[in-house]
């Protein structure tokens, strides 16, 4: 048995979407098939974990501590607000193109099980761009779970004090139980347009 191999094997199958059989068809393609996508791969991450940074704005994608596109952009609606899980629930949401408005990534769902409380959340965040005056709407784009359900009431809780901000959560489309990130642009769309008071 390689003990090299099996290292690289079983570090690809820590990936998401990567299970036994994928990461070991990885893992031989890189090691034997095609070296030359192997380094390209290995300088591709290197620059990532130098460069890839959150955006210090919204929490989403941007590189070395910039705002990123979305919070740059003039022309997206700053008095909205979309409330994601993960910086990939931004990239779903925007491959739909039905939101112009800017977003918040909190990090995940409250998940006592899990111990995450909300202080492990960037909720605190959000009620500071609150605070600071501006923004009419909220919009919960929360996994259609248990969890997700109970992070949008906390957050309702703390968005309650302050009048003129109305709370909508995300609509029909998604199957319950379901992330974000793996639905379809055609099904976001749709659960965005049918969004409600929430």
């Known amino acids: 048995m390689n003990d090299t191999f099996e290292n690289l094997k079983k570090t690809l199958k820590k990936l998401p979407g990567f299970g036994l059989k994928s990461a ?27 460069n890839v940074t959150p955006c210090p704005e919204c929490g989403g994608l941007s590189e070395n501590g910039k705002p990123c596109a979305i919070c740059s952009d003039a022309a997206r609606m700053s008095s909205a607000i979309c409330v994601v899980e993960k910086a990939s629930d931004i990239n ?47 919009m919960l784009a929360l996994s259609n779970d248990i969890e997700g359900e109970a992070t949008c009431h906390y957050i309702q809780e703390k968005v309650a004090p302050y009048s003129g901000v109305t709370l909508t959560r995300i609509g029909f489309g998604l199957p319950s139980g379901s992330q974000l990130s793996y639905a379809d642009s055609g099904t976001i769309k749709s659960a965005m347009k049918a969004r409600r008071n929430f």
């Open 92 to 138: 779903a949401i925007e491959k739909s193109g039905s939101w112009r408005g800017r977003y918040h990534v909190i990090g995940g769902k409250l998940s006592p099980l899990k111990k995450i409380t909300p202080e492990k959340l960037n909720i605190n965040g959000l009620v500071e761009k609150i605070q600071r005056g501006g923004v009419t709407e909220i």
């Open 24 to 50: 070991e068809t990885a893992a031989l393609y890189l090691a034997l098939e095609n070296k030359d996508a192997a380094r390209e791969l290995a300088r591709a991450l290197a620059d990532a974990l130098e």
